[in-house]
């Protein structure tokens, strides 16, 4: 079955410092695709990020890098000098290839709170 | 920039009304789909749709639940006889191809059932 667990429910940092959200997914398919969405408190959801398990490059974007890692059935998120902005709820998702017809398996979501 | 937009952005009904909620899916995008969040909750799958017909639904789907293209730009959610457990947040979103693609989500439409 498929599975995607945000061990972590609510992070709060202060401004400017570094934090990773972490993400294991579980499933049996070998091609399977892995997402990043923020949710910020006006609701909408916003995608961030794709990666494909055959690439396992890890992945930087500005303040964004992202770490896949097949051996751990992790994708782990950082963002680098945090901002109040990144206030936010950010989801991890899963979307594999055998069974589905293209829906995302959501984690619960973290919650992260930054403080000026 | 292209964008999915839902109307309307809240609406309350009363338990036992039917209520549609509508989607502009982004104009070239092939497939659709349909979300819940309850408030708090994660984002949980409930139907997608390719080529006017459903390709799956989970089991949160059930046949108090419908949709329809009724035509080339709308996309719809219709919930029979809502009942209390339906408020959420719906979202509709869709995307270029079935995989391995990002799928552009709307602003969603929070439903209230009083």
């Known amino acids: 079955a498929q599975k995607v667990t945000q061990a972590q429910t609510e992070i709060s940092v202060v401004e400017k410092e570094d934090v990773t959200l972490d993400c294991v997914y579980e499933?049996?398919?070998?091609?399977?695709?892995l997402f990043w969405y923020k949710q910020p408190p006006s609701g909408e959801l916003v995608f961030l990020i794709r990666?494909?398990?055959?690439?396992?490059q890890n992945e930087i974007s500005g303040r964004y890098s992202w770490n896949f890692q097949k051996s751990t059935s992790s994708f782990n998120f950082t963002i680098t000098a945090s901002q109040v902005v990144d206030s936010a709820v950010y989801f991890c998702?899963?979307?594999?290839?055998?069974?589905?017809?293209?829906?995302?398996?959501f984690g619960k979501g973290t919650k992260l709170s930054v403080k000026p | 920039e292209p964008e999915v937009t839902q109307t309307p952005s809240h609406q309350v009904t009363q338990m036992g009304q039917e209520v549609i909620l509508r989607c502009v899916p982004i104009?070239?995008?092939?497939?659709f789909y349909w979300y819940r969040q309850i408030l708090g909750q994660k984002v949980e799958f409930l139907v997608s749709?390719?080529?006017?017909?459903?390709?799956?639904k989970s089991e949160i789907f059930d046949d108090q639940f419908s949709v329809e293209r009724p035509d080339g730009s709308n996309f719809t959610l219709k919930i029979r006889s809502t009942k209390l457990e339906d408020s959420a947040m719906y979202f509709c979103?869709?995307?270029?191809?079935?995989?391995?693609?990002?799928?552009?989500f709307g602003q969603g439409t929070r439903l209230t059932v009083v």
């Open positions: 104009s070239n995008h092939l497939y």
């Open positions: 499933t049996r398919d070998t091609t399977y695709y």
């Open positions: 998702a899963l979307q594999d290839y055998g069974g589905s017809q293209g829906n995302l398996i």
């Open positions: 979103a869709s995307s270029e191809w079935q995989r391995n693609t990002e799928a552009f």
């Open positions: 749709f390719y080529n006017n017909e459903i390709s799956e």
């Open positions: 990666r494909n398990s055959f690439d396992e």
